[in-house]
């Protein structure tokens, strides 16, 4: 079976205050892109394999196997359910440490596959729970449409966001923040606009109203991220913004660019809405 992991940006992040659990309650926007990664795994129908067979190309990701939230997807669900071993190759193209999801998608990508295998067969809400149990942006991957999410993530609305014959353009300065030190030092509270009034407004008028509360203290770490969103403002962009905890910026332009110098060196993606 081959799956297509997709990327997601964050259009505003906010981060209203930490729960009991040690997660956070947040409000953003999850917009998916095209930009994806490319996902196969073949079940062993022979019984002879241990354990799930991982095998990564294009970015190398870090750690061991079984930290991989591909593996932790066929582990959790044969927790529950006879489920046969996978041989599963992943051709990573999203960059790791982005904030645009790869990891979560790809996890997501694998529950949601791996799932018509499973006997007994795993209810919808059940896959919501284990994807949920990999992280807290998996269960938008699962369905990956434009959609307002709230608490931890997982609580989702559709969002009917208008950007059509818009250009988004991702760049990547080749940062890996890391999320974990991005909430510790992130500004807890409330946003000045609830996140649907401003983003139901023109695009031009986001500047403004929409921004990523993680900016401030990335940009004081890592002062080229925040020189990035700067250099796409100067290119024309009507909107920019680092997505979710970094290190990606994005800019949404009116029509096609071409890049230059820094920012063509930083530049991985460019599609149209």
Sequence with gaps: MVYYPTAKINIGLYVRNKRTDGYHNIQTLFFPLKLCDILEFIPDKSGTMRSDQLIITGHMIPGKPSDNLMVKACEK?????DLPFFKIHLHKVIPLGAGLGGGSSDGAAMLKGIQKYARPLPSASIIQDLALSLGSDCPFFLQPICSFAYDRGQDLKHADINLKDYWISIFYPGI?????????????GQAPFPIEDSLSQPVESWRKMVYN???????????????????LYKAGAVYAS?????????????????????LAKAHIWTEQV
């Design 213 to 231: 509360a993680f900016e401030p203290e990335v940009f004081k770490l890592h002062p080229e991220i925040g020189a990035l969103k700067d250099s």
């Design 242 to 262: 680092m997505s979710g905890s970094g290190s990606s910026v994005f800019g949404i332009f009116r029509n096609k660019m071409s890049w230059t110098g820094s």
């Design 176 to 188: 890996n923040v890391s999320t974990s030190m991005a909430y510790q030092k992130v500004k807890i």
């Design 77 to 81: 669900l044969r927790e529950i359910s």
